[in-house]
């Protein structure tokens, strides 16, 4: 089956950090940008972009909310994404997805290979 894997996520105070990963499992990354979602809390029927890395990596989106405190990057030799998340708020709550497309759009649509998703709760 072809999915990814979150990994990474927990229960972190405000202003704390998390690394986030996903594997490629039975698919290779090559030639696949890949997104970073979140579902919030509030929200459970949208997720929302939160960064998303082209397939060569020279080029990152990052959500407004999230700009200067998180980074994406991505290893091909291992098949996996990660997100590093700094200076963490409890807004940033949520389950965090990864997926892939053939470029970075921002709509969830575009996406496929969706794993179960990494829980990451931010207490204040």
């Known amino acids: 089956q072809m999915q990814f894997l979150e990994f990474g996520g927990g229960l972190v105070q405000a202003g704390g950090s998390l690394t986030l990963s996903c594997a490629a499992s039975?698919?290779?990354?090559?030639?696949?940008?890949v997104g970073w979602f979140r579902r919030a809390p509030e929200n459970e029927r949208a997720r929302d972009q939160v960064?998303?890395?082209?397939?060569?990596?020279?080029?990152?989106n990052y959500a407004d909310s999230v700009k200067g405190r998180f980074t994406i990057s991505r290893d091909d030799a291992k098949n996996r994404v990660y997100l590093q998340m700094n200076s963490l708020k409890p807004e940033d709550t949520g389950i965090y997805y990864c997926?892939?497309?053939?470029?970075?759009?921002?709509?969830?649509?575009?996406?496929?290979?969706w794993g179960q998703g990494t829980q990451v709760t931010v207490s204040s």
């Open positions: 997926a892939a497309a053939v470029q970075c759009r921002s709509e969830d649509y575009h996406f496929t290979y």
């Open positions: 039975g698919f290779s990354l090559d030639y696949n940008a």
């Open positions: 960064s998303c890395i082209s397939s060569s990596g020279g080029s990152t």
